[in-house]
């Protein structure tokens, strides 16, 4: 079964980029959201293995959502995604819950080790 | 990967953006705004994020820069002062000038350090250097362009009337038949050269193919956007008070799919609201607000989109539904065995779908066989749950994009059917005598086998008589879970082919067991066979 992915980010460009990367590397991108509060409500519906979450969007940001998606105890692993001079963050995030992070600019071969380093045991 | 082909994606965005960031920059101007600074540096947050990962250096730097001022801005560690703003303001005008240089693939060359100096002034509190200010390096960005001020310009956006794309999509298809017969002459060459551009013209096909498809997509919202105002109207005319939700209206849709979409829409919305909401009296009298609600989500499924609309209303009473069954006719014995689940789908019943019965049943039936006749003719599913006195579900899962499909040729006297590849489990050679014998072993059990001519109503003693018979097997539902295996006898099976398929017109889309016409070979034409209606019971549908 592969991997069902919930890619959250405010912009169409990284939307797709990411939806791209994670089909070709055979994930199954199962929803989108622009903001952390749809994140949270589409975690909630769509229960995916894995959310990537980016940190700077309106409404609701990427800390705040994956905090409250990780007080849900749902078994999704976050990755946080986010732009150079932001590092500091990851830091913050892994105590929000997450469980790893890509550090923009986007290429396949970030996002695709990120998501492979979550599940260390399996050969995905 | 190739970052060129999200250039488009860039471009529109970041222009989006910098709009943005224009508004914010003359609302700021006018005094300081805790949201729309918020706002600012979220605009330019994200133009660095996409200019770095398309290489725009320049504009990346910029970008970065201006988001740290307003970071300082944002914490209060700096002072936003008019010369700050307008500072702000000639960064705008630069990084427009490197748009449309990315816009024209001219080099990114541009000196921006003097502009680059004045921000990071500004981000130390330090007084913008006046003799940096006039050295500023929006001049030079725009030098290189100087007749762009002055120039009529054509938009890169165009308008094009959908047909086109029908008619483009067409010719794909000749294409791809023309390719098949091509493919077909390669086995029996030795030509390598020949072989090589057969591959490379297939490519070629693949891609063009693909590419007009992603330009006939269309997002819901051009779907849904005209519901509010059909809602509202409704609703004066009835007394209801009913909200729209709707989620998910960026999910595209090849636009075909979309548009054989908008008459089941109203349909259902239509039943939602004459027959699901309750009148804000009835509403409160049961408990529940006043305004009733109608949902639509749509999310996408794999390459399917699944839109589903759900209210809030009085629910579908399934026991009445099955006395309207029984009284139009409905054989006893199966709606005594129906779940609940499809006893639901009885209102899909021609037979039912009058208004008379359906206000009497206090459920929703009207077009409701025309909904399922069209979404089935798409090639998807039509799922109907409800709980009496709180709601109804419908949920419709369809291609997102249907004109093209891989199909089975398979042979049945001198005709020659397409039986989608998606449904096919096996394909077996097998003694006539037991094709003809209405059930074989199949893995671990027996399954049925029907003569596809007879399921077609053909004259089956016009196939030639033959020692050795195909048995297509299919599965009955797209999902393995709620399925089963049926053989399909044929005389024989031909190549796997891209078929691009016509949708059929009435009097033709009344035929059962058909969805679609292509053109194959020899300018014949071939049925793309409905293997949802052939594989249910005979009687299931009258």
Redesign the interface.
């Known amino acids: 079964m592969p991997k069902r992915v919930l890619i959250v980010d405010d912009g169409i460009f990284f939307r797709r980029a990411l939806r791209d990367i994670l089909t070709a590397g055979g994930y199954d991108v199962i929803g989108e959201a622009e903001n952390g509060e749809q994140a949270v409500a589409e975690a909630i519906r769509l229960r995916p293995d894995i959310i990537i979450l980016d940190v700077v969007m309106p409404v609701k940001n990427g800390l705040e959502a994956a905090r409250e998606i990780s007080g849900l105890a749902m078994p999704a692993k976050i990755v946080m995604c986010t732009s150079l001079g932001y590092e500091p963050i990851v830091d913050e995030a892994v105590s929000s819950g997450a469980s790893g992070y890509i550090l923009k600019p986007l290429n396949e071969s970030k996002v695709l080790g990120a998501l492979k380093n979550l599940y260390p045991a399996e050969t995905c | ?1 190739d970052i060129s082909k ?1 250039k488009t ?2 471009l ?2 970041t222009s989006g953006h910098l709009s943005g960031v224009e508004k914010g920059l003359l609302s700021i101007e006018k005094g300081y705004d805790a949201a729309a600074v918020d ?1 600012l ?2 605009h330019y ?2 133009i ?3 200019s ?2 398309m ?1 725009y250096e320049p504009l990346k730097k910029l970008a ?1 820069s201006q ?2 001022l307003l970071d300082g801005i944002r914490s209060k560690r700096i002072d936003l002062t008019p010369e700050i703003v307008s500072t702000l303001l000639q960064c705008l005008d630069a990084m427009r000038a490197l748009l449309e240089r990315v816009e024209n693939d001219l080099p990114l060359d541009a000196d921006i350090s003097g502009l680059l100096e004045m921000l990071i002034s500004a981000g130390k509190g330090e007084p913008i250097n006046p003799r940096t200010q006039r050295q500023s390096e929006t001049a030079p960005v725009q030098a290189k362009t100087p007749e762009k001020s002055h120039e009529l310009k054509l938009s890169n956006v165009m308008t094009v009337e959908g047909r086109v794309f029908d008619d483009l999509l067409s010719i794909v298809g000749d294409l791809l038949g023309s390719l098949s017969t091509f493919k077909s002459l390669t086995h029996a060459s030795r030509s390598i050269a020949f072989k090589d551009g057969v591959h490379t013209l297939g490519r070629s096909v693949d891609a063009l193919y693909s590419n007009i498809l992603a330009a006939r997509m269309l997002p819901i919202k051009d779907l849904t956007e005209g519901l509010p105002r059909i809602i509202r109207d409704m609703c004066i005319a009835s007394g209801k008070e009913i909200e729209l939700k709707i989620e998910g209206s ?1 999910i595209s849709l090849d636009r075909s799919v979309l548009q054989s979409l908008a008459g089941p829409m109203v349909h259902i919305i239509r039943n939602s609201v004459d027959h699901g909401i309750e009148t804000p009296d009835d509403r409160i009298n049961n408990a529940k607000g006043p305004t009733g609600q109608i949902r639509i989500t749509a ?4 390459d399917r989109a699944v839109i589903e609309v759900t209210d809030d209303g009085r629910g579908i009473d399934i026991e009445r539904l099955k006395i309207e069954a029984l009284a139009r006719g409905a054989s006893r014995d199966k709606i005594i065995s129906m779940t609940g689940k499809e006893a639901l789908m009885l209102i899909c019943m021609p037979g039912l779908s009058t208004a008379t019965v359906v206000t009497e049943t206090s459920g929703r039936g009207v077009g409701m066989d025309a909904v399922k006749d069209v979404i089935e003719g798409l090639g998807g599913t039509l799922e109907i749950s409800s709980t009496p006195g709180a709601g109804t579900k419908i949920t419709m899962e369809l291609p997102r994009s249907t004109a093209i499909i891989k199909a089975l040729a398979v042979n049945v006297g001198t005709e020659v059917f397409l039986i989608p590849i998606s449904r096919v489990e096996h394909v077996l050679e097998v003694s006539a005598r037991l094709a003809g014998s209405g059930s074989m072993e199949y893995e671990d059990g027996q399954i049925e086998i029907r003569s596809l001519a007879a399921a077609l109503g053909m004259d089956e003693t016009a196939s030639p008589a033959r020692q050795a018979s195909t048995v297509i097997v299919v599965r009955s539902a797209r999902d393995e879970r709620d399925s089963r295996l049926i053989g399909f006898a044929v005389d024989d099976f031909g190549e796997e082919i891209d078929a691009y398929i016509r949708p059929l017109l009435p009097p033709m889309s009344r035929l059962r067991g058909v969805m679609g016409i292509t053109i194959i070979g020899e300018a014949r034409p071939a049925f793309l066979l409905d293997m949802a209606q052939l594989t249910s019971k005979p009687t299931e549908r009258t």
């Open positions: 990967m999200y994606l860039y529109q965005e706002e540096f979220r947050h994200s660095k994020g996409m770095a990962s290489g970065h988001e740290n960026e999310y996408s499924k794999k």
